[in-house]
């Protein structure tokens, strides 16, 4: 599925295939919660890296976040104009580029159930709403975005 996004402001376009559009994930850690605002829930789909086009490059700028061991390879990319979040990228993982399906204008496929992720970060004032068939993990779920999608049937 071909997904076109933009920023709020509309200085930076982009485009890419993915194989895996549906936004079933919500994350809730204080990176999320903290670039993107109000509670967390920044929600990625998987793209293929080698298909992105961007148009306003010049205004994309890059977050990635300092640990105890030094700067994380996954950046965030970002307008450096109005801030919002577009995508993210891992040199770990080159062929994969991670859309914020808020920066995506196509219409997305609505997922028939949602996985949360990262509770043990939310904030004290944040209660989910999960699903009766919504899975809930204090971390890291055990399935990638890729395996969900295979696991529901639903690659595109």
């Known amino acids: 599925m071909r997904l076109e996004g933009s920023c709020h402001c509309g200085q930076v376009r982009f485009s890419l295939e993915s194989a895996h559009p549906y936004p079933f994930n919500l994350c809730y850690c204080s990176i999320c919660r903290k670039t993107a605002g109000g509670g967390g829930f920044a929600i990625n789909l998987g793209g293929q890296a080698d298909t992105l086009e961007v148009v306003g490059e010049e205004h994309v700028a890059v977050y990635h976040v300092e640990g105890p061991g030094g700067e994380s390879p996954l950046g965030r990319h970002f307008c450096s104009r109005c801030g919002s979040m577009l995508w993210v990228w891992d040199s770990r993982w080159p062929d994969l580029i991670h859309?914020?399906?808020?920066?995506?204008?196509?219409?997305?496929?609505?997922?028939?159930?949602?996985?949360?992720?990262?509770?043990?970060s939310k904030a004290d004032w944040v209660q989910p709403v999960a699903g009766p068939e919504d899975r809930c993990f204090e971390e890291y779920p055990d399935d990638s975005i890729a395996d969900w999608h295979r696991r529901k049937g639903l690659v595109t």
Not at 99 to 120: E, I, Q, Y
């Open 99 to 120: 859309p914020f399906a808020s920066a995506v204008d196509t219409p997305l496929p609505v997922p028939p159930d949602r996985v949360h992720l990262m509770l043990a």
